[in-house]
């Protein structure tokens, strides 16, 4: 089968990427490990990632280290899953989402997460342009503008130039925000919070995942389609490293950019250390690139998947299209995202992202389920693209079934406040009701003799 997103002979050899949403070339999957590391930590490591401190300042340092770490263990399986998929299947997770939830469902969840991606965009880089005008005012919207266009111009280039402005960002990164930690604790007396009251230990576990690792977990595969491919003759230990590594990336950064906060609100009363930066005498400059690099690194990872949502809706229609669409979408979507922060529309629809955002639960689980069930996808890429006669379906029963199970989920979400306070002061409810929508829907499948979404041969 021809590539399904790009026309081989229209081929660039520009450096600009073009790949859109077509399964990854073997020449092209050269990341390793320590690359899948590094993306993840510092997408994760965002500006705002220290507000977790403010959200948890009552739970205490020790309590806060050991919900990060329960919250760990808890989201380690799925987001281990998901990781290797990409590396047996080099497609991004929306376009697997065809086989589960049907052509039809799988595009509109692309389009929804396209918006989430695209606002969580903007609204990364409004909090940017306002954290560079406090450190240096007068600029009005300057610093909106050029934050959101080198963000833009980063993922306009892919994964490639992306792959290099994690590595040789890395250390810089690390390195302001040294001097930003070395501030905070040379300025101010030492003093490491405590517990304030009763830990309620499922609802921050399900705050500490839906801010972290199960928001960012469904688009692992969008990066490990670009690792070194899985075959069986691999050994269990090189699997289980390349697997691991975006979840312990992600976790690390929560873990200790979370603990920066909460001990930078403890002891100074601002848990967005990036502001102390404006009193230091000559290294307000510092807070200005620590800045712009945390940003940048998470909104990379915020973008670079939204464009490729949006290509998926596309290529249900498009068998192939041009090379610039993927840069297309990038310019469009990037500064589309950056307009909207600009005239403050996007904090009106805050609430409408967070609603988006609890339907990623119970899509993570209920993708690995039809996974496990699928016999962890022996099929070709190829299979999951229009133009195929046992390509997946418009629509079908299982995938009926599967959209039923999100929205049971999303019931059982709601329920939590009538449920005794016992129960939920220790269960992560919004885990289970994915849990268990997942289950559900796994059971229904084997029920009906696992019907999938494919074509009748």
Same mark, same amino acid.
Request: some cysteine.
């Given at each position: ?12 050899? @520009? ?44 739970? /205490? ?7 990060? !770490? ?9 987001? *281990? ?72 111009? =980063?993922?306009?280039?892919?994964? #490639?130039?992306? #792959? ?16 930003? $930690? ?51 003759? &691999? ?24 603990? *920066? ?7 100074? /009363? &601002? ?13 307000? &400059? ?11 690194? $998470? ?16 290529? !249900? ?20 995202? $950056? ?10 629809? #805050? ?5 988006? /955002? ?57 329920? &939590? ?6 129960? $939920? ?8 009701? @994915? ?9 229904? =499948? ?12």
């Amino acid at each position: 089968m021809p590539d399904p997103v790009v026309d081989p002979a229209n081929s660039s050899p @520009a450096k600009v990427e073009s790949l859109g949403v077509a399964p990854v070339p073997e020449s092209s999957r050269n990341m390793g490990p320590g690359m899948l590391f590094l993306i993840w930590a510092l997408a994760s490591a965002s500006a705002t990632t220290p507000v977790i401190g403010l959200l948890l300042k009552d739970v /205490g340092l020790a309590n806060f280290v050991w919900l990060v !770490v329960l919250a760990t263990l808890i989201g380690f399986l799925p987001g *281990l899953l998901l990781a290797h998929m990409g590396r047996q299947l080099p497609i991004i997770s929306m376009v697997m989402a065809r086989r589960t939830f049907g052509v039809g469902g799988a595009t509109v969840l692309a389009l929804l997460y396209t918006v989430v991606g695209a606002g969580w965009f903007g609204l990364n880089t409004d909090v940017g342009g306002s954290i560079l005008n406090s450190l240096f005012p007068g600029f009005g919207l300057t610093w909106y503008w050029l934050l959101g266009a080198a963000q833009i111009a =980063l993922v306009f280039f892919g994964m #490639e130039l992306l #792959e290099k402005f994690y590595k040789y960002t890395a250390i810089l990164f690390l390195l302001c925000y040294a001097v930003l $930690t070395w501030y905070l604790f040379s300025r101010y007396p030492l003093h490491l919070p405590m517990a304030e009251s009763a830990v309620p230990w499922g609802k921050d576990i399900d705050l500490i995942l839906s801010f972290s690792l199960l928001a960012w977990a469904y688009d692992f595969p969008t990066v490990t389609r670009f690792c070194f491919p899985w075959s069986r003759q &691999e050994s269990w230990s090189r699997s289980l490293v390349f697997a691991s590594m975006p979840t312990l990336g992600v976790m690390t950064a929560v873990l200790f950019m979370g603990i *920066l906060g909460l001990v930078a609100l403890d002891m100074s /009363g &601002e848990w967005n250390i990036a502001l102390l930066g404006k009193q230091l005498p000559v290294w307000g &400059e510092i807070s200005a690139v620590g800045v712009i690099l945390a940003i940048a690194h $998470t909104n990379a990872m915020n973008l670079y998947p939204a464009v490729t949502k949006f290509l998926a809706v596309i290529n !249900v229609a498009n068998k192939r299209t041009s090379r610039w669409l993927q840069p297309g979408v990038v310019l469009g979507l990037g500064g589309f995202s $950056t307009f909207l922060a600009i005239v403050g529309i996007l904090q009106f629809v #805050e609430s409408f992202l967070n609603l988006l /955002g609890e339907l990623l639960f119970p899509f993570t689980f209920i993708l690995l389920v039809d996974w496990f069930l699928g016999r962890y996808y022996q099929d070709s890429p190829s299979r999951f693209f229009p133009g195929n006669p046992d390509s997946p379906r418009l629509w079908s029963w299982s995938a009926s079934w599967a959209v039923a199970m999100l929205l049971v989920a999303i019931g059982m979400d709601q329920l &939590e406040s009538w449920l005794p306070i016992a129960l $939920t002061r220790y269960l992560p409810w919004q885990v289970a009701s @994915a849990l268990f929508a997942a289950m559900l829907y796994g059971f229904g =499948l084997i029920w009906a003799e696992r019907r999938w979404t494919w074509r009748a041969a």
